[in-house]
């Protein structure tokens, strides 16, 4: 019997979907193949039990009645008779102390992102507002995390603000699971149409204005190039802003936007491209956080135009593609237009960013950190509830 046998888990969201890419498709899962008895309460349009992690669905509310959401997440979190409770959300960090003192059971706090750096970005804070919640929560996150039972990173710049943290603790990075990867190699080949592919969620600072400049130069030249764009847009009226000025530069017709998309799905718009592109400008948060969709670029043999950060630079070496400054669209367009018009190249890079991801960023490589973490917490506290 394995030291998993018998233990149970809730794992908590008031913010995140529960298909979430890492909360369900990498964590939830692994804890499930690993003998956990899982349980994930968040977002959701209904109960149900999938890949052996039992869903809890909560409903999606407005941000500002999230904290009614607060109590119900608490009480079917006890309902769970988890012996641990993994939540993802910064909020919940009001939460955690009093599900501690209620059940005498450890939580985990898995840090997404530079909160304090996302709260600077964030546009339906009233801009004067911004930067001083944002220094208050960078002094205040801290020490609330403090006392969780263990800390879970996204990235290892995360992981450096919670130095003095001397409980349990991993960086978990958002590398690819197996299944895309073993799709991405069923889908190498030649990738006939010029398709550049932007995939996740596009925000101001994520390069929205840099993305129409530059394609609209990418066009000029090749006006058979098309754009992907496959994601979410926050704020929601974006979108609108992006397709007009895609229609002021005259490059409508070679855009194409499909909005968000389940995780499931994504391998369809990912053998569609050529290139894989990330625009993300120079901002504090984006120095930090490394883009998710380098690896799943990556994984299905896309060679990566990347803006260069401190936070891509050591993700995107020569070999797997090429790095432009962060806010220059000529830089950005002239990276695009050397792959699109060398294809043997960007093979050859997209090739050498499969192997990297098949052979060291993979999901597979951190399913022993966070299988180790939970041994860890959980060897601190009492036996499992029966």
Do not use: C
């Amino acid at each position: 019997m394995s030291r998993s046998s018998g233990r149970k888990v809730a794992i908590l969201s008031s913010v995140h979907l529960a298909l979430d890419n890492r909360v369900f498709y990498r964590e939830a899962r692994t804890l499930a193949r690993a003998g956990y008895d899982v349980t994930l309460i968040a977002v959701h349009d209904r109960d149900e039990t999938r890949d052996g992690v039992r869903i809890r669905a909560l409903p999606r509310v407005a941000r500002s009645r999230r904290p009614l959401l607060w109590r119900a997440l608490g009480r079917m979190a006890r309902e769970t008779g988890a012996d641990l409770f993994h939540f993802h959300d910064p909020e919940l960090l009001l939460l955690s102390p009093w599900l501690r003192r209620a059940t005498g059971r450890p939580t985990i706090y898995d840090i997404h992102e530079a909160n304090a750096d996302f709260i600077a970005l964030k546009e339906y804070l009233p801009r004067p507002v911004r930067h001083p919640l944002a220094g208050l929560f960078r002094r205040l996150e801290p020490r609330l995390a403090a006392g969780e039972s263990g800390l879970i990173f996204a990235d290892d710049a995360i992981a450096a603000d919670f130095a003095g943290f001397s409980g349990p603790k991993t960086t978990l990075f958002n590398f690819p699971g197996q299944e895309l990867i073993t799709r991405g190699a069923a889908a190498t080949g030649p990738r006939p149409d010029p398709v550049v592919l932007y995939l996740g969620g596009l925000e101001r600072n994520r390069g929205a204005a840099l993305l129409s400049d530059a394609f609209a130069r990418v066009v000029a030249e090749m006006p058979a190039a098309r754009l992907l764009l496959v994601g979410h847009f926050a704020p929601p009226e974006l979108e609108a802003e992006v397709r007009a000025d895609a229609e002021r530069r005259g490059i409508a017709h070679a855009v194409e936007i499909t909005g968000r998309v389940p995780f499931a799905a994504i391998g369809d718009y990912l053998a569609r491209a050529r290139v894989g592109w990330v625009t993300w400008g120079d901002a504090a948060k984006n120095r930090k956080n490394i883009p998710t969709k380098l690896f799943e670029y990556m994984a299905y043999g896309l060679p990566v135009v990347s803006s260069d950060l401190p936070s891509t630079r050591p993700f995107v070496p020569p070999e797997v593609g090429l790095l432009a400054a962060a806010g220059d669209p000529a830089a950005h367009a002239a990276a695009l237009l050397r792959l699109l018009g060398d294809p043997a190249t960007a093979e050859r890079m997209g090739a050498a960013g499969q192997r990297r991801v098949t052979a060291e960023w993979n999901w597979k490589a951190m399913e022993p950190r966070l299988l180790a973490l939970y041994e860890s917490v959980l060897g601190k506290s009492s036996t499992p509830r029966r």
